[in-house]
């Protein structure tokens, strides 16, 4: 049997919503988009939602607009993807490195350790989908002890006064930390809608304004989005619709490149009007995978079910106990073989050449490296069928059973 890993959900709606985008005459950022950020406002709760290109260009523009530059530090898990680091790192700041607790989430303490006067973020990034402790890391940014070091530049960093909250939210769009859904825990959340996420536009994305009362986030979302659209004061489809004089526009601010188009808007579109089902398909998968993997001795599921918490399910996370990172890469191979596709989350940023040539060293992480010489995501999405599951359950139990007795 072939079990692909992360197929993306297209049905005859999204495929319909997409011929709709073609048909219409208009296929970049216009209509759709505008429809996607209202589902997004409503599913997540939150006043404002700007589509954007990627995560990654959605946590560069958020970055950016909090004046972060050279010379600046941004905190960061060392267990994510490379992009909560790049995003850093195009505005000319540095990303500052921390280890990550069992949950796979930003150690809170490790956090504190970090801050120094050239903190200006921290980009909590929820694993898998399981929030991280907003509320700890929300306490510890508001401590006046943590505040005084605090140096503000420009508007902005005056006006908030404290260390930005920026959620690395791409896995967990849908999931739920105390009976609040992502998108409003931080001051400033960016979702992705990847191929590979649990609601995908292609490529993609969105950034929620939560920021505190002294903002305004309407009018935010308004300057991000000049902003995503090159500071040109008329966007393409406005001009498209003005009579006579339509023309004519300015640049009024030297504007990135970032906007999400209406086709690919269209796909997320269709998925957000059924994401409660598709997410209910999701957890239907992850409660198979528990119960299947509980009673082996070597099994090490991941702590994801508590009250008033869910996961958004964008992953499973296996680990495997006492394992090495190379009888662990045997599993892989072997569970590949059978034809079932698994992947790793994540290989750690101090492993990847570009960060270990910075200087940053795996050493530093221990808990980050044992969570990733362990881990073993299985796949998981709504198509998922009884069977497939059943199938690649046994591929896992007799791939590590045959590595572990060796
Ligand atoms: C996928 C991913 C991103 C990047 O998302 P893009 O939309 O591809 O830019 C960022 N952070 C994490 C944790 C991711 O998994």
């Not at 909090?66 to 992009?83: Q, W």
């Not at 989908?129 to 508007?155: M, Q, R, T």
């Not at 991000?224 to 659209?229: A, I, Q």
Request: glycine content about 6%; some cysteine; charged content about 20%.
């Amino acid at each position: 049997m072939k079990i692909s890993f992360s197929p993306p959900y297209v049905d005859a709606d999204v495929e319909q919503e997409v011929i709709d985008a073609l048909r219409s005459g208009w296929i970049t950022t216009g209509p759709k988009v505008k429809a996607l950020e209202d589902e997004v406002c409503n599913y997540v709760g939150v006043e404002a939602a700007l589509g954007v290109n990627s995560a990654t260009s959605g946590m560069m523009l958020a970055l950016h607009w909090f004046g972060i530059t050279r010379g600046d530090e941004v905190i960061i898990p060392a267990y994510t993807y490379a992009a909560t680091a790049l995003a850093v790192m195009h505005i000319g700041a540095k990303p500052i490195m921390v280890d990550v607790n069992e949950d796979f989430n930003i150690s809170i303490e490790k956090i504190e350790a970090a801050i120094t006067e050239k903190t200006k973020a921290i980009i909590p990034v929820d694993f898998s989908g399981w929030p991280c402790d907003y509320d700890s890391i929300n306490e510890l940014v508001n401590k006046e002890s943590v505040k005084n070091k605090f140096i503000a530049k420009g508007e902005n960093q005056k006006k908030l006064g404290r260390i930005l909250v920026m959620s690395d939210a791409a896995h967990s769009f849908g999931a739920v930390y105390k009976n609040i859904r992502t998108g409003i825990l931080a001051d400033i959340t960016v979702f992705s809608f990847h191929a590979v996420k649990n609601l995908t536009t292609a490529e993609g994305g969105a950034i929620c304004l939560s920021l505190p009362t002294a903002f305004n986030n309407l009018a935010i979302y308004k300057t991000l989005r000049l902003w995503s659209l090159n500071g040109q004061t008329k966007d393409a489809f406005t001009k498209s619709k003005a009579a006579g004089g339509g023309w004519k526009y300015d640049i009024v601010y030297p504007g990135f490149k970032m906007n999400l188009p209406d086709v690919c808007a269209a796909i997320g579109l269709a998925q957000i009007r059924k994401y409660d089902k598709l997410l209910s398909e999701r957890k239907r998968v992850f409660d198979f995978y528990d119960e299947s993997f509980k009673n082996q001795p070597w099994a090490w599921l991941p702590p994801y079910q508590k009250n008033n918490f869910s996961s958004s399910y964008h992953l499973y996370p296996l680990r495997i106990k006492n394992i090495t990172e190379e009888k662990r890469d045997l599993i892989i191979e072997k569970i590949t073989a059978t034809g079932v596709a698994v992947n790793v989350h994540f290989i750690p940023l101090p492993m990847l050449s570009v960060f270990k040539n910075a200087g940053y060293n795996i050493e530093d992480y221990p808990s980050t490296y044992k969570n990733y010489a362990a881990e073993i995501s299985l796949p998981i999405y709504p198509q998922l069928s009884i069977k497939e599951c059943n199938f690649i359950v046994q591929s896992v139990i007799e791939s590590v059973n045959e590595v572990i007795i060796l």
